[in-house]
């Protein structure tokens, strides 16, 4: 792996998000959405330290997103990025936090840290003020793209022809509704502030990915109404079906809540 823009996936699911991104002048997370010691021992897995770790960029304020934010920052003086209407709805979650570590990152904008380019982009999740992030570095992207009802050609345009992505895969349709969840939560997963199913994100990915695009990640499975299995098999099968070179072109990894992904060069 000679690429100095690396990436690990080092958690991700409906119970806890993180991932760690590396270049040769900026460390940083986005989100951290685990206990604090679950992120430093994942990190230490891909044999990475927090310690080194620059800031975190957060999307949105539930816990599976910022469970281990106040504890990081406090632990190793980072510095903590998310929009104001984020940082509103997380204050008091979070813990103290000195408010030289606290920035406004404002949704539709671009922040540079070091040598990346973070490109901000809201979603439709029942959030305060949801935002995901495409990072920019030496003419290569990654785009993470977790926590929204819905892609509009809006966000489309945005994360088009990416180097990498980190995909939401939530559910299985079959399996939310016939599954044990009371039918209040399974409309709200199922509207347009939820989530994306698995045949949603093939369908998004269909729509994005471009020549440049050579992995992708499938994310946020729901533990109760998902399998890694059965949401690979279903993104690999529609993509096929639209005469997409999976595994020639491009290779989709799975993702997983307790184990971090190896480090992937872009």
């Known amino acids: 792996m000679t690429s100095d823009f690396k990436i690990s996936v080092l958690a991700s699911s409906s119970k806890g998000n993180s991932t760690y991104i590396e270049t040769p002048n900026s460390k940083i997370l986005i989100?951290?959405?685990?206990?604090?010691?679950?992120?430093?021992?994942?990190?230490?897995?891909?044999?990475?330290?927090?310690?080194?770790?620059?800031?975190?960029?957060?999307?949105?304020?539930?816990?599976?997103?910022?469970?281990?934010?106040?504890?990081?920052?406090?632990?190793?003086?980072?510095?903590?990025?998310?929009?104001?209407?984020?940082?509103?709805?997380?204050?008091s979650k979070i813990g103290k936090v000195p408010s030289e570590n606290k920035y406004v990152f404002g949704m539709g904008s671009t922040l540079t840290i070091g040598d990346l380019d973070i490109e901000s982009f809201g979603v439709s999740h029942d959030a305060a003020e949801p935002q995901f992030y495409q990072v920019h570095y030496d003419n290569k992207s990654f785009a993470v793209l977790t926590d929204t009802g819905y892609v509009s050609e809006r966000i489309k345009n945005t994360i088009k022809s990416a180097d990498a992505y980190l995909m939401e895969c939530n559910h299985d349709l079959d399996m939310l509704r016939n599954g044990d969840y009371a039918w209040s939560l399974k409309q709200r997963i199922l509207s347009d502030q939820g989530h994306l199913s698995?045949?949603?994100?093939?369908?998004?990915?269909?729509?994005?990915?471009?020549?440049?695009?050579?992995?992708?990640?499938?994310?946020h499975l729901s533990p109760d109404n998902n399998l890694k299995d059965l949401a690979h098999r279903t993104v690999a099968e529609d993509m096929m079906k639209h005469d997409l070179g999976v595994e020639h072109d491009f290779h989709i990894s799975d993702t997983d809540p307790e184990q971090a992904q190896p480090l992937y060069g872009i």
């Open 198 to 219: 698995n045949l949603d994100g093939a369908n998004t990915l269909e729509e994005i990915i471009g020549n440049n695009t050579k992995q992708i990640f499938l994310g």
């Open 31 to 91: 989100d951290a959405g685990l206990s604090g010691k679950k992120i430093e021992n994942a990190m230490k897995s891909i044999d990475r330290d927090l310690s080194e770790v620059d800031s975190i960029l957060v999307t949105h304020e539930h816990s599976d997103h910022i469970q281990g934010v106040g504890v990081l920052a406090r632990k190793y003086d980072m510095q903590i990025y998310a929009n104001e209407g984020t940082w509103n709805a997380m204050n």
